[in-house]
């Protein structure tokens, strides 16, 4: 799906940036991507703190392009690009025009989080595209327009979030946010239909090279959640968390997306896709 006009220029503007300071800034190597080019050198299917994807991208980066700042961090930089324009994207599929595409590409490649990710090689960059995709490939399946969307869109949803999976395990939130707003939206009336189990399939596996690393390995991955949880991770409340998530998302652009938590949760015209602001209000807790 192409985009038009102004979105698309934002969008070419925000890859230039992220690669100007990415490779001309005078800051070396973040430390965790000499990690991450550590564990390329030792190919897996499952790290202790990490699933293997973001080191596979990386190898393959390395092998290709080198090991310079600007050769790994492109997965990064277009990634970060990706979420932007499939936030358009998202903006024309709930019926936005070109002004509602161009808004949401701003915001998205405005906002701290996608301008701090994009800029080093992790498997957090990964994330932020893979999460909106699994979103775009739901609103597929839930417009059902044109037909066989709705087979597709569970089908690519499946793929996309089993890569996730793949490439973090906090994955599973997403997975726990979408559970629930699908069961109390019209959205669980296609749970009738085999699609959605074929896409639950294709993401369960995906995901067994890892989880058949893990048995190996005697699930040490476990382990380091546990630890980090009990001595690294710091308790955050409700609120601060809440408050955290309009700092990266972008204070300028709180209005936009609270308009659009609300407008799905709310508007008529939202209902078949209300599933989707149920889980945002949801894992927003």
Same mark, same amino acid.
């Given at each position: 799906m192409k985009l038009r006009h102004g979105a698309a220029w934002v969008i070419a503007v925000f890859v230039l940036v992220e690669i100007a300071s990415t490779t001309l800034g005078s800051y070396g190597y973040f430390i965790d991507e000499l990690y991450y080019l550590a564990c390329a050198r030792h190919l897996a299917w499952g790290y202790v703190d990490h699933p293997p994807l973001s080191i596979g991208v990386i190898a393959l980066a390395s092998a290709i392009l080198g090991s310079s700042k600007l050769a790994i961090r492109l997965p990064a930089i277009a990634a970060a690009a990706g979420s932007v324009a499939v936030s358009a994207v998202l903006a024309k599929r709930f019926g936005g025009g070109r002004f509602a595409q161009m808004l949401a590409a701003i915001c998205a490649a405005s906002s701290p989080i996608a301008l701090i990710l994009g800029s080093f090689h992790s498997m957090n960059a990964i994330e932020l595209l893979l999460w909106p995709l699994v979103i775009l490939a739901l609103v597929h399946a839930a417009d059902g327009e044109p037909p066989g969307c709705q087979r597709t869109g569970w089908l690519v949803a499946g793929a996309f979030f089993g890569l996730g999976l793949e490439n973090k395990h906090t994955m599973v939130t997403l997975g726990f946010a979408l559970a629930v707003g699908i069961a109390v939206t019209p959205m669980r009336a296609q749970l009738r239909s085999r699609w959605p189990w074929l896409g639950v399939a294709i993401a369960a596996l995906l995901i067994v090279p890892n989880l058949l690393w893990q048995r190996a390995h005697g699930f040490e991955s476990l382990e380091f959640? @546990?630890? &980090?949880? &009990?001595?690294? $991770? =710091? !308790?955050?409340?409700? /609120?601060? *968390? =809440?408050? $955290?998530?309009? /700092?990266?998302?972008? !204070? *300028?652009? =709180?209005?936009?997306?609270i308009a659009? &938590?609300?407008? /799905?949760? @709310? &508007?008529?015209?939202a209902r078949r896709f209300r599933f989707i602001g149920i889980a945002f209000s949801f894992s927003s807790r």
């Amino acid at each position: 799906m192409k985009l038009r006009h102004g979105a698309a220029w934002v969008i070419a503007v925000f890859v230039l940036v992220e690669i100007a300071s990415t490779t001309l800034g005078s800051y070396g190597y973040f430390i965790d991507e000499l990690y991450y080019l550590a564990c390329a050198r030792h190919l897996a299917w499952g790290y202790v703190d990490h699933p293997p994807l973001s080191i596979g991208v990386i190898a393959l980066a390395s092998a290709i392009l080198g090991s310079s700042k600007l050769a790994i961090r492109l997965p990064a930089i277009a990634a970060a690009a990706g979420s932007v324009a499939v936030s358009a994207v998202l903006a024309k599929r709930f019926g936005g025009g070109r002004f509602a595409q161009m808004l949401a590409a701003i915001c998205a490649a405005s906002s701290p989080i996608a301008l701090i990710l994009g800029s080093f090689h992790s498997m957090n960059a990964i994330e932020l595209l893979l999460w909106p995709l699994v979103i775009l490939a739901l609103v597929h399946a839930a417009d059902g327009e044109p037909p066989g969307c709705q087979r597709t869109g569970w089908l690519v949803a499946g793929a996309f979030f089993g890569l996730g999976l793949e490439n973090k395990h906090t994955m599973v939130t997403l997975g726990f946010a979408l559970a629930v707003g699908i069961a109390v939206t019209p959205m669980r009336a296609q749970l009738r239909s085999r699609w959605p189990w074929l896409g639950v399939a294709i993401a369960a596996l995906l995901i067994v090279p890892n989880l058949l690393w893990q048995r190996a390995h005697g699930f040490e991955s476990l382990e380091f959640y @546990r630890n &980090a949880q &009990a001595m690294k $991770n =710091i !308790p955050t409340p409700v /609120l601060k *968390g =809440i408050f $955290n998530q309009v /700092l990266v998302a972008g !204070p *300028g652009a =709180i209005v936009v997306w609270i308009a659009g &938590a609300v407008w /799905l949760v @709310r &508007a008529e015209a939202a209902r078949r896709f209300r599933f989707i602001g149920i889980a945002f209000s949801f894992s927003s807790r």
